[in-house]
């Protein structure tokens, strides 16, 4: 999700995103569905009014798609942490949402992410440095890893992958402000450089993704009311997981935990399963090809 023209400073001040996003996770859960225009349309934290906008809508585009670089591989664990015993670098915690077009966060997106260490090197044999996960309810993602190093003709930063249920695979890159080599990567997109900010020895940073996933308005009014905790949910399920359909032809099915290598039918084709995950409404293999190929 661009949230520059230019490449933020570290340390930048409170934007009007950050204080919608503060209210969003001021919410409860069974509050959170068919209640985001009223984030958008009432007050900040503090008290002040918001103009009637969607929350992320503060001039942003769809984020860029860039180059996947060579050293992609599938197959990567399902982890939140990227550190191991005895990791050498800054450590970096990096926070941030999915939306689709509507501004409206999107659960279970799969996030995909792969860098190279502290010395510029990527682990092509192993797992070093890579793992896949999936954004919670509210659409958030968090990553804990390290600064990535430097090699030969690029500048710092984190490749990933994000999907949402049912949808293409975004493959982009995420960049850090005020690098030497930012000018002289011909790869590096200003518009994907995150806010970084330094907290003792490590780092935080903060990157929202907005994808080219259409939407629909919501249709209720927002709840005037906390609702009793033992009430259940009474609002829709969010706008981007598909509706639940008759299960097609073929061996796979929804709430089944595949393993790594295990292969399924699904409407007269074969699929391999690169990534042990339990699959889902929405994760059918015709559409996650993080997940599944083709064979």
Not at 66 to 71: A, F
Request: hydrophobic share 30%.
């Amino acid at each position: 999700m661009t949230t520059h023209d230019t490449p933020p400073p570290e340390g930048e001040g409170i934007r009007r995103k950050t204080l919608l996003k503060a209210a969003l996770l001021a919410l409860p859960v069974p509050l959170l569905v068919g209640a985001l225009p009223s984030i958008a349309e009432g007050t900040t934290p503090h008290g002040q009014p918001l103009s009637p906008t969607p929350f992320c809508d503060d001039g942003d585009h769809v984020t860029p798609a860039q180059t996947e670089g060579p050293y992609f591989k599938p197959n990567s664990p399902l982890r939140t942490s990227l550190l191991e015993p005895g990791t050498v670098g800054t450590r970096l915690t990096v926070t941030g949402y999915v939306f689709g077009l509507r501004c409206q966060p999107i659960a279970n997106a799969l996030m995909d992410f792969w860098q190279c260490d502290n010395g510029g090197v990527y682990d092509n044999v192993g797992n070093g440095f890579r793992g896949h996960q999936f954004t919670d309810a509210m659409g958030k993602f968090t990553l804990t890893t390290i600064v990535p190093g430097l090699y030969p003709g690029r500048t710092r930063h984190i490749h990933v992958k994000v999907q949402a249920p049912g949808r293409g695979v975004l493959t982009t890159q995420l960049y850090f402000p005020n690098e030497p080599r930012n000018d002289s990567d011909t790869i590096f997109d200003p518009v994907l450089v995150m806010n970084v900010t330094q907290v003792g020895s490590a780092k935080n940073a903060t990157f929202d993704f907005l994808l080219n996933v259409p939407q629909n308005p919501p249709t209720s009014a927002p709840p005037t009311s906390r609702p009793p905790t033992s009430a259940p949910p009474t609002s829709a399920p969010p706008t981007t997981r598909p509706p639940t359909s008759a299960p097609p032809q073929g061996t796979w099915r929804a709430g089944v935990a595949y393993a790594t290598g295990a292969t399924v039918t699904y409407n007269g084709l074969s699929y391999r399963c690169l990534q042990g995950h339990t699959s889902m409404v929405g994760w059918e293999p015709p559409n996650v090809p993080a997940l599944w190929q083709r064979v």
